[in-house]
């Protein structure tokens, strides 16, 4: 699945590497509200390259 659209495995992966870089900001500010609204990007993340690569019927079967 990822071969078949490489670019947009590699664009998800980015969103990924961005959230993990704000969380990590946000852990070394000690800020509990900033990994609180990064953990949303985080999920967010997950799931867009989730419902892309790992289970594309389900998202397949929403959008009916």
């Known amino acids: 699945r990822i ?3 490489h670019a947009a495995f590699v664009t998800l992966a980015k ?3 961005n959230a993990g870089v704000a969380a990590i ?3 070394d ?3 509990v509200d ?3 609204e990064v ?3 985080i999920d967010e993340a997950c799931e867009a390259c989730h419902v892309k690569f790992w289970y594309p019927a389900a998202a397949e ?4």
């Open 34 to 36: 900033g990994v609180s």
């Open 39 to 41: 953990g949303g990007t």
């Open 15 to 17: 969103g990924m590497q």
């Open 25 to 27: 900001a946000a852990i």
């Open 3 to 5: 071969d078949a659209d």
């Open 61 to 64: 079967a929403v959008a009916k």
């Open 29 to 31: 500010k000690k800020s």
